[in-house]
């Protein structure tokens, strides 16, 4: 019910021209859930890509920080679609 409550948020959002319009509200939640989630499976593969230490502060920091971003650029409408910016 939870996940559900956000894929209608993210919906809504879409009516609203916050969003994207042209993906699916469910699979943005998953993918979001997904780049959130992957540092922290696999962190033998982000210390090998990054060099980083995932436990240092900063580093947690600066991660969060991407994701953050990365999610805001994945879902903004796109140039062109009529969505209100």
Same mark, same amino acid.
């Given at each position: 019910?939870?996940?559900?409550?956000?894929?209608?948020?993210?919906?809504? @959002?879409?009516?609203?021209?916050?969003?994207?319009?042209?993906?699916?509200? +469910?699979? $943005? %939640?998953?993918?979001?859930?997904? !780049? &959130?989630?992957?540092?922290?499976?696999?962190?033998?593969?982000?210390?090998?890509?990054?060099? @980083?230490?995932?436990?240092?502060?900063?580093?947690?920091?600066?991660?969060? +920080?991407? $994701? %953050?971003?990365?999610?805001?650029? !994945? &879902?903004?409408?796109?140039?062109?679609?009529?969505?209100?910016?």
């Amino acid at each position: 019910m939870h996940y559900q409550q956000k894929v209608k948020t993210f919906a809504a @959002a879409q009516r609203d021209g916050v969003l994207d319009d042209g993906l699916d509200p +469910a699979y $943005v %939640v998953f993918m979001l859930i997904a !780049l &959130a989630a992957w540092w922290s499976s696999v962190p033998q593969l982000a210390r090998m890509l990054t060099g @980083a230490d995932p436990g240092d502060p900063a580093e947690r920091a600066r991660r969060r +920080a991407f $994701v %953050v971003h990365a999610a805001q650029r !994945l &879902a903004a409408p796109r140039a062109g679609s009529g969505a209100v910016p």
